[in-house]
């Protein structure tokens, strides 16, 4: 079964930094959306950034800047690299593949992401 296995949440202070990896199993590298996002607590699960089949990278507006996305095809991993972390990125973060053809779907268990004050 494919699975997207995540790593590198933690706990850091404001202006820190964390790199978030997805590992993902049972499944070979194609040209699909590899990204991630994140759900606060009371508030719906958001796009935070994404890489595209056609390698186009896509960032939230509030993490331009300061998050960087990459991914490794040979060992088909995604991670998300987070620089001068702000409280309010404080969220679960969560490994996506998105396969347009045919339609699937995947996603990580996600990780933890807190930023304190």
């Known amino acids: 079964q494919v699975q997207l296995v995540e790593s590198g949440g933690g706990l850091v202070q404001t202006g820190g930094s964390l790199r978030l990896s997805c590992a993902a199993s049972?499944?070979?590298?194609?040209?699909?959306?590899m990204g991630w996002y994140r759900q606060a607590p009371g508030k719906q699960r958001e796009l935070v950034a994404i890489?595209?089949?056609?390698?186009?990278?896509n960032y939230a507006d509030s993490v331009k800047g300061r998050f960087t996305i990459s991914r490794d095809n040979s060992k088909n991993t995604v991670s998300l690299q987070m620089n001068s972390l702000k409280p309010e990125d404080t969220a679960v973060y969560y490994c996506?593949?998105?396969?347009?053809?045919?339609?699937?779907?995947?996603w990580g268990q996600g990780t933890q992401v807190t930023v304190s004050s």
């Open positions: 996506n593949v998105d396969v347009p053809w045919p339609k699937r779907v995947y």
């Open positions: 049972g499944i070979t590298y194609r040209p699909y959306t």
């Open positions: 890489i595209t089949g056609g390698d186009i990278y």
